[in-house]
């Protein structure tokens, strides 16, 4: 089962910034929080990922919470090249990686 | 750097058949992981290699299996093929266990 909640959808107005959601409630203290996202029949591709910090990147900004039991991540201003799925995963290095549904993300101009 | 390719890009099989799909990682990328994706139980983790032996594996019957070489190419082979294995299977390679994975485009598996 995957250890990450995400909301099913969510809509963002072109140019808006969009902030995505996510609980690990049960994370340990070896996994990291890893965003990647999916465009309609590609690959997933990866975003951003953090362990305590936040972190920014080109793409994307990760907060995580001082307890690290979620995270949200910040595409600052979003584009229609944006919709797709996101999928937020908690992962040591030893461990299998589990996509939970993501979330699905709709810019509208 | 070239990405992940995988081949065949689109396979058709008929049921009782077998298939072999090949991932080329990355340059200098040594862990491979395999995933299934379908519609209705979306992204499902099949196995994942590094340094030619397989480190984790998902929950998949034996028929599904896989391996990884010296140059850290890798196939999955899935024996006595079934409707429901109609899917797209995707590779995503890493530079190490703890690093961020980079997917292939995918191989879209239709099973008639």
């Known amino acids: 089962d995957a250890k990450t909640t995400q909301p099913p959808s969510m809509d963002c107005a072109e140019g808006r910034a969009a902030n995505l959601p996510c609980n690990h409630s049960?994370?340990?203290?070896?996994?990291?929080v890893y965003w990647y996202r999916q465009i309609h029949s590609q690959g997933p591709q990866y975003i951003i990922h953090?362990?305590?910090n936040n972190e920014t990147n080109e793409m994307a900004s990760l907060i995580i919470t001082e307890d690290r039991k979620s995270s949200t991540l910040i595409l600052p201003h979003a584009t229609l090249r944006d919709t797709a799925v996101y999928y937020c995963?908690?992962?040591?290095?030893?461990?299998?990686?589990?996509f939970g549904p993501g979330t699905s993300l709709s810019v509208i101009p | 750097k070239a990405g992940v390719t995988q081949t065949p890009r689109y396979l058709i099989k008929t049921r009782g058949q077998q298939v072999t799909l090949s991932c080329s990682p990355i340059?200098?990328?040594?862990?491979v992981s395999w995933y299934q994706q379908t519609p209705g139980q979306g992204l499902q983790f099949l196995f994942e290699?590094?340094?030619?032996?397989?480190?984790n594996k998902g929950n998949f019957p034996g028929r599904f299996s896989g391996r990884q070489f010296s140059n850290s190419r890798s196939e999955m082979n899935v024996s006595t093929l079934e409707l429901g294995d109609s899917a797209l299977y995707l590779c995503?390679?890493?530079?190490?266990?703890?690093?961020?994975?980079?997917f292939g485009p995918g191989t879209r598996l239709t099973v008639l």
């Open positions: 995503a390679s890493s530079l190490a266990r703890d690093r961020e994975q980079f």
């Open positions: 049960t994370i340990s203290g070896n996994e990291y």
């Open positions: 953090g362990l305590k």
């Open positions: 995963i908690v992962h040591a290095s030893y461990d299998k990686v589990i």
């Open positions: 340059s200098g990328h040594r862990s």
């Open positions: 290699y590094f340094s030619e032996t397989q480190r």
